[in-house]
């Protein structure tokens, strides 16, 4: 059996078809929901994944892939983010993913398939591989794309001290006209995360900045009085 006829017959086993519906309206999807939640999902996932097991890394990202592409149900494009971070495949994660990660944030376009890509896969790959994953992300944050431009703002969401400010600000800063939620809102969460860290900067740089009220608020949300 295929890994993705293997996955589609695990969700469907834990799937509970009345919740299908909510799930899909609820993240405003056009791809229909099972209606599996995450904890069995993920249990379900690991048990497919455990009797699986890929050989080499491009058949995994041949299957990641393949995953992603043929998916019927939402679900089974969760299925494909979570087999991007599996970790049996942590020495998989070199700069020769990057074009899969493209086309799943190109193509998912919405938070709930993008943000894990960000702050993870590609945060990971810019920690890993600075020389290379900072300009392209100078790249994305000045493209049309608007997903491409909310990794760009969000990849360094998990550095905390090694959070590069310049790199930061300048992945925001091409996005500060922008009116789009999704584009404030992950301005805001960048900078609340980087103020957990550094909230003198954060305060300095929302007041110099000419930046939204939602990024505002959501930048300065757990820093009383400023």
């Excluded at 969700?11 to 929901?33: H, Q």
């Excluded at 700069?95 to 799943?104: A, F, K, R, S």
Aim: overall charge positive.
């Amino acid at each position: 059996m295929s890994l993705g006829k293997a996955v589609r017959l695990a969700l469907e086993e834990v799937a509970e078809p009345d919740k299908a519906e909510p799930m899909r309206a609820y993240m405003k999807s056009e791809m229909p929901f099972l209606g599996v939640q995450a904890t069995p999902r993920r249990a379900a996932l690991r048990r497919v994944f455990a009797r699986h097991r890929i050989d080499s890394a491009p058949e995994w990202r041949r299957a990641v892939l393949s995953l992603w592409r043929e998916a019927e149900y939402r679900e089974e494009r969760y299925a494909a983010v979570e087999l991007t971070g599996h970790h049996y495949y942590r020495d998989f994660q070199t700069l020769y993913t990057v074009p899969m990660y493209e086309e799943m944030i190109v193509t998912g376009a919405w938070w709930d398939l993008v943000d894990e890509l960000a702050t993870h896969r590609v945060g990971d790959l810019l920690a890993a591989f600075p020389d290379t994953m900072r300009p392209l992300m100078l790249e994305w944050a000045a493209d049309a794309d608007l997903w491409k431009r909310r990794t760009a703002i969000l990849c360094q969401n998990r550095f905390k001290s090694r959070t590069d400010t310049a790199l930061l600000y300048a992945c925001i800063e091409p996005s500060l006209s922008d009116t789009d939620f999704f584009a404030r809102k992950a301005i805001g969460w960048s900078l609340r995360e980087y103020a957990k860290t550094n909230p003198d900067e954060v305060i300095r740089y929302v007041r110099a900045k000419g930046i939204s009220g939602l990024s505002r608020r959501e930048a300065l949300k757990n820093l009383p009085g400023s």
